[in-house]
T-cell receptor, first 115, second 113 residues
Framework: SAVISQKPSRDICQRGTSLTIQCQVDSQVTMMFWYRQQPGQSLTLIATANQGSEATYESGFVIDKFPISRPNLTFSTLTVSNMSPEDSSIYLC????????????FGPGTRLTVT | QKEVEQNSGPLSVPEGAIASLNCTYSDRGSQSFFWYRQYSGKSPELIMSIYSNGDKEDGRFTAQLNKASQYVSLLIRDSQPSDSATYLCAVDSGWGGGNKLTFGTGTQLKVEL
């Protein structure tokens, strides 16, 4: 089965700084997504990472705060910009391997703490 | 606003019993339904997908779908302590929604010895 990795696995950052999270898959995927999971809560979709074009953001999330790149079929990055303590969360990438089935598989997540 | 509703639990069952987890959804256009298991401190793991009305069995897990009632459930037979986790129901965004999934808040399952 395919391996989905994320870097870093965790980080502690200061208010006002930015962090870029990487998601790497060892095989080509059709879709890549970025989610946030705040403590004790469910998953909230941030955006769909589109290969070679701008990401599609969900309501409440904007490109200036969460810029996303997807240069190819196996890699994407999410940047959390100008961080505040409210951005403390687990950030997860997910991927779809087969078009049309909507089955998403998650990376291990990045635990971010903003002080 | 598309919604996916689950009881938060915790649902406690004795070892060896059947655990029944339930989920309702609001979008009648949804076509794909998923159950994820999430252990504390870990990312969600896909355990079942179901696309048609009726039952789908995989080992000790059975997913049940009733589109008319907008209801999907997960049965876990012969529950084991290792099944203790939070179970997330996820539903696709229906017609025109693309590949997006909406997740419920999850049901915490505790399997007691």
């Amino acid at each position: 089965s395919a391996v989905i990795s994320q870097k870093p696995s965790r980080d502690i950052c200061q208010r006002g700084t930015s962090l870029t999270i990487q998601c790497q898959v060892d095989s080509q995927v059709t879709m890549m997504f970025w989610y946030r999971q705040q403590p004790g809560q469910s998953l909230t979709l941030i955006a769909t990472a589109n290969q070679g074009s701008e990401a599609t953001y969900e309501s409440g999330f904007v490109i200036d705060k969460f810029p996303i790149s997807r240069p190819n079929l196996t890699f994407s990055t999410l940047t959390v910009s100008n961080m505040s303590p409210e951005d403390s969360s687990i950030y997860l990438c997910s991927v779809e391997f087969l078009a049309g089935e909507n089955e998403q598989y998650f990376g291990p997540g990045t635990r971010l703490t903003v002080t | 606003q598309k919604e996916v509703e689950q009881n938060s639990g915790p649902l406690s069952v004795p070892e060896g019993a059947i655990a029944s987890l339930n989920c309702t959804y609001s979008d009648r256009g949804s076509q794909s339904f998923f159950w994820y298991r999430q252990y504390s401190g870990k990312s969600p793991e896909l355990i079942m997908s179901i696309y048609s009305n009726g039952d789908k069995e995989d080992g000790r897990f059975t997913a049940q779908l009733n589109k008319a009632s907008q209801y999907v459930s997960l049965l876990i037979r012969d529950s084991q302590p290792s099944d203790s986790a939070t179970y997330l129901c996820a539903v696709d965004s229906g017609w025109g929604g693309g590949n997006k999934l909406t997740f419920g808040t999850g049901t915490q399952l505790k399997v007691e010895l």
